[in-house]
């Protein structure tokens, strides 16, 4: 049986570092919009969300988003984890893939990757962050929708909901923790 597949991107305009980068622009196009475009390569995924805040200039984020037929949500500034399982849950499905919009060269092939490796193992959640062998840029999460819920519904610490996955990497097998099955994915593996 095929499996329900989201990507979910993050992407806001308030950053303390650099102030709306995602809509700085190359060659006419912004960042965001490449990154949405090298989403697009995706194999595997069936849909894609652009999961935003309600702060002033998201507006341009939605616009950029629909026009690379995204789906957009409006959420939370604070409580990331809120927003990101509220982009989600009306969507049946089984895995999501988390990214961030600041990384507009994002790899839709090993997207793919590590989207089909999670589900060969049967992993709760993987990710190519937990040991540090790609470079910047190239951070991708992939795990289970019930591990979403599962988080949504027991997080409680402030760093636990400001984030989409600690609680989830926090209570893994990878943290000799059980309630989740997790690995790391690294160029090894390839």
Excluded: W
């Excluded at 960042?31 to 935003?52: D, E, G, Y």
């Excluded at 809120?82 to 990384?103: G, I, M, W």
């Excluded at 999670?118 to 910047?136: A, F, Q, V």
């Excluded at 795990?143 to 402030?158: P, R």
């Amino acid at each position: 049986m095929e499996k329900k597949i989201a990507i979910v991107t993050q992407a806001r305009i308030n950053s303390s570092r650099f102030p709306a980068k995602i809509l700085k622009k190359i060659a006419d196009e912004t960042l965001l919009s490449i990154h949405l475009k090298r989403i697009q390569m995706c194999k595997t995924i069936c849909k894609k969300i652009v999961a935003t805040t309600n702060e002033p200039m998201a507006e341009e984020i939605e616009k950029i988003s629909k026009n690379e037929n995204f789906i957009v949500y409006k959420g939370s500034n604070n409580n990331v984890l809120k927003r990101f399982y509220e982009a989600t849950f009306n969507e049946n499905l089984d895995y999501v893939v988390r990214l961030t919009s600041d990384c507009p060269l994002i790899d839709p092939s090993l997207i793919d990757d590590i989207v089909n490796y999670t589900i060969s193992k049967n992993l709760d959640y993987c990710s190519n962050t937990l040991i540090e062998t790609y470079p910047d840029g190239q951070d991708i999460e992939v795990f289970k929708f019930l591990s979403l819920k599962t988080a949504y519904k027991m997080a409680s610490k402030n760093s636990e909901i400001e984030h989409v996955t600690p609680y989830i990497k926090k209570h893994s097998s990878f943290y000799n923790e059980q309630l989740f099955i997790s690995e790391s994915y690294n160029l090894d593996i390839q």
